[in-house]
């Protein structure tokens, strides 16, 4: 099978990807998210006939492949640039999948879970718990959601991952920090998100979900730190996921259509399963090391099987 993974060959992920389809007799090759380009027009005349209307896709290997293994979703500083990126490269991969080309994730999920509104929404809608949530468009509203979510809430950008962006505004001083900031203050009309803080007593839950099978481990933030994710500095450990959050973490990916996920959950006051988010291009390093599972071998495994 030729299969292109879409993301940086300097990967951790696009490698071990690499590694697990070429060991398993695949053609593999990597492209890169710059790397694509696509063209839209007649094709090549025929004689005096001019060819019916077709796509064109490059590179080569993007194509040509019989399936494609989405990491990653880089995009630029500057929003509307980024957005201009993502757009394009959901626009590619949902032509690609038209022509009968295995995507996974799928254009459909990956812009519903790389938008944290959209995706939050949707959840709610499917009667999945999820925490209160607000987004506003200006510095008034920011300060009457804050309010609303009894003083303690989570800024975080529609888009991002990694921790990256969060900020936590546990008091007023906090708040008016938060406002103060440059990039704030740029910005006076931005759009902003806010989730109300679940104390978490320093831990959550990364389930991955892929296809029917479920992988799950707890993360501690550092000390001193309320954000618990491996790039921010927290520990992962091994855990014995109950089944009420493992059903959780099954039927958001089922509502996303997310055929890999990773669901992060925290508990709530009565032990009951959050879901702060799903990463439709989630990490599983930590998981790899904590379960002693071949994640990137699983995943070529799902995709021969489908």
Known sequence: MRVAVVGEPTGWHVGRLYESLAARGHQAAVVRWSEIAAGVGPAPATGTARGAA???FSPPALAMADAVLVRGMPGATASDVRLEEVVFRMDVLGRVAARGT???????????AIDKYLSLARLAAARLPVPRTLVVQDAAQVAEAWDTLGGDCVVKPLFGSRGRGLYRLDSRAALSAWLDLPETR????AVVYLQEFIHHGGWDARLLVLG?????????AATGEWRTNIARGGRAAPFAAPQTWIDTARRAAAVLETEIAGVDLVAAADGSPVILEVNAVPGWQALETVTGIDIAARVVGYMEAG
Do not use: G
Not at 186 to 189: L, T
Not at 212 to 220: E, G, L, N, Y
């Open 54 to 56: 077709c796509d064109s």
């Open 102 to 112: 295995r995507v996974i994730n799928s254009p459909r999920s990956l812009e519903s």
């Open 186 to 189: 740029q910005r006076p009309q």
């Open 212 to 220: 029917s099978d479920v992988f799950a481990m707890q993360r501690w």
